[in-house]
């Protein structure tokens, strides 16, 4: 069996934020795309990005401007690598809003075998330089004017994380931002609060990944919400599913390890419970929405869809009990039975328990009636965040231009 991980202590998670934003505020690192040496990769001079490499990095403010870019044809993407999926969003500035022209997604599975053993695996990283060549691949072709690539849970907590990091780097010319916990959980809400449910009050929004999972507590209103307190914890779909043995076959066996999962969750979760009690209580009525594989999955379930439809899906308000009655009936079922299912498949059918273990201890401390369901997270986030970085700079140049009477 192999040892599960305790809450990491070490984070900053669950700190409140003050009033004006968080206590000790991680900046937003926005890499532009850099080429690997001409050793490793042909040139191909009309898909290079115009950026100087040496100015790759540039620091933007946390605090956000509201989003108003003016309409641009650069385009500009954003890369989330995580424990379980990598995924790739290139977009375009329109209006207030963005335009997809191109992504990318792939389950790799980079955290297989992390709880066990601390490390990244051969196997699971040479997936995910399979899938991020893909995304170079497609950066370079778009001709990307910004992009931010980022690296969450398992690069984070595994001891190889950062050689990995610079493997990807010299084998695809991506620069991963392993991100904090904190900064994980801000770009998420910035991706999907758009999409919280109308109402007054705190609401809770949370990102169910492979390898952590993040509640914030948030105050909307303008155009990025207040974050008022946050929790992370090292349980995900494939953090939790690899730590618990799996059942022997039986359904006493499958409720058993379901049990088992709900405790380890629950308890990792008591802090952020114990002091967001107090706000639902005060509360008439309390929102909650979710961004993650598991809740899209749940809701596409819950609508008995034949396949997955993000139409269908995203901001769609489902009662918390149709998505407690899919869970019981799913944490019962053998992976054989569930692989069964639309929308769940061979990918999703063991590790799909695991997030309905972490969901429903996320409906016991916040009982909010409905739940919105989002897909969309940080790489909308980043996006939104790169955009509007892009859009404040160019209105400083034309500040400093018309200054000096150019």
Not at 146 to 173: D, K, M, P, Q, Y
Not at 349 to 359: E, F, H, K, Q
Not at 372 to 398: K, N, P, W
Request: charged residues 25%; aromatic residues 4%; neutral net charge.
């Amino acid at each position: 069996m192999a040892g599960h991980p305790p809450p990491d202590r070490n984070r900053a998670a669950g700190r409140p934020f003050g009033r004006s934003g968080p206590r000790a505020p991680a900046s937003v690192v926005d890499f532009r795309y850099r080429r690997p040496a001409p050793s490793d990769q042909p040139e191909t001079p009309a898909a290079e990005p115009q950026a100087d490499p040496a100015a790759a990095v540039a620091r933007v403010p946390t605090e956000h401007a509201p989003f108003d870019a003016p309409k641009r044809r650069q385009a500009f993407a954003a890369l989330d690598l995580g424990t379980n999926n990598c995924r790739l969003l290139i977009a375009r500035p329109s209006g207030e809003h963005f335009t997809v022209i191109d992504a990318f997604s792939r389950v790799v599975r980079l955290g297989e075998g992390l709880a066990a053993s601390g490390r990244l695996s051969d196997e699971a990283m040479d997936r995910a330089l399979g899938a991020l060549h893909i995304c170079a691949d497609k950066l370079r072709r778009r001709n990307v004017h910004l992009a931010r690539s980022v690296a969450t849970e398992a690069c984070r907590r595994a001891a190889n994380g950062e050689a990995f990091i610079a493997r990807v780097r010299e084998e695809t010319g991506i620069v991963l931002d392993i991100i904090s916990a904190q900064e994980e959980a801000r770009l998420a809400v910035l991706g999907c609060h758009i999409l919280l449910e109308d109402g007054e009050g705190p609401a809770v929004v949370f990102d169910i990944g492979g390898g952590s999972t993040e509640l914030v507590l948030i105050e909307p209103g303008g155009p990025v919400p207040r974050i008022l307190d946050w929790l992370s914890v090292p349980w995900g779909v494939v953090s939790l599913n690899d730590s618990v043995p799996p059942p022997d076959g039986t359904l006493e066996a499958r409720i058993r390890r379901y049990a088992k999962m709900r405790e380890l969750v629950s308890s990792a979760f008591t802090p952020f419970a114990d002091r967001v009690a107090p706000v639902a209580l005060a509360e008439p009525r309390v929102r909650l929405m979710g961004t993650s594989g598991t809740v899209t999955t749940l809701a596409s379930v819950h609508l008995e869809l034949p396949h997955y439809d993000r139409q269908a899906v995203d901001g769609l308000i489902v009662p918390s009990q149709s998505m407690r009655e899919v869970c019981a009936r799913l944490s019962t079922m053998s992976a054989a039975e569930r692989s069964t299912l639309p929308c769940i498949g061979d990918d999703r059918a063991s590790l799909v328990v695991a997030g309905c273990a972490i969901l429903e201890s996320i409906l016991d401390i916040w009982p909010a009636e409905r739940l919105g369901v989002a897909d969309r997270g940080i790489r909308e986030g980043i996006l939104r965040s790169l955009i509007a970085a892009d859009a404040r700079a160019e209105e400083s140049r034309a500040g400093l231009i018309r200054n000096r009477g150019i």
